[in-house]
């Protein structure tokens, strides 16, 4: 009886062991991207930017300098559902920083620059030029700065990034069928490791944050786009290991020199709202 018993168990274990196997290589082939998409990590990645004495998340790990907008506008609301005692806190201070530098704002204070706000629903009226600035280079030992829009109108053709803020829009504005124009050019653009714009036939490089503004497009228009696993597999290879996204990639999957994980790209990336990756099995 024992050694019947054991046969049994041997079985058992035989077969439970090319389960796993099996599993293990579904696991490496096409049928699951790895890595992941972390997304608690890239909302802890966030928290660790947060300076509680400023009320403002820095630039990049390592880096002085706060950005009121882009990155803390969009690091205020991507926090909303994480952490909203922060995200209020980056708010407030966002408004304080708006009004004590005269920059200009919605009716609620959030600084506007015909970029970043249309991601949170607001209207614009065209796209201008943007430029960077520094605040106060001394801003209690650190550098705040912010990009502001200049009176000068910008040609949006050829821009992955505009292109979609366009689309997002007019979409706002009712008019679909402009909407959809735009985000079919952006579409069009895609090569098999981007969106391969005018800027990266200049750099020679991609960025990351453009693939998120592309995917909260498709999913605001409610869209779909055949190379879907694709762009998700890409995020995720852009995520590094500290939570954050990376700024640029190359093709081949390399990051040039210099790039690095930072705010505004990761809060970006966490309100494009990207799925499970298992919804990709």
Partial sequence: MKSLTLVVSLLIGILLGATGCYAYFLLRGKSYINPTFRRQDAYNYLLNSYNSTLGLCFEHPGSNVYWVSHDNV??????????????????????????????????????????????????????????????????????????????????????????????LLEWRKGNNSTADHYYEEVKAMWDGNGFNDAVVKVKGYYATYKLGLFHLTSRTLGKNFNFDKDLIERISRCQLVNGGFITDYYGNGSFPSGSTTNTETTSIMLLADFPSIFEYN
Avoid at 119 to 146: C, D, M, Q, R, W
Wanted: aromatic share 10%; net charge negative.
């Fill in 74 to 167: 969009l690091a205020s609301y991507a926090l909303q559902n994480w952490n909203r005692t922060i995200a209020d806190n980056i708010t407030e201070t966002v408004k304080r920083l708006a009004k004590d530098y005269n920059l200009t704002t919605s009716p609620i204070g959030i600084p506007l620059d015909t970029r970043a706000e249309i991601l949170l629903g607001y209207i614009v009226n065209g796209f201008n030029e943007t430029e960077n600035i520094t605040l106060n280079a001394s801003y209690y030992g650190s550098i705040l700065k912010t990009e502001r829009a200049k009176n000068i109108p910008v040609n949006i053709t050829g821009y992955a990034d505009l292109l979609c803020y366009a689309s």
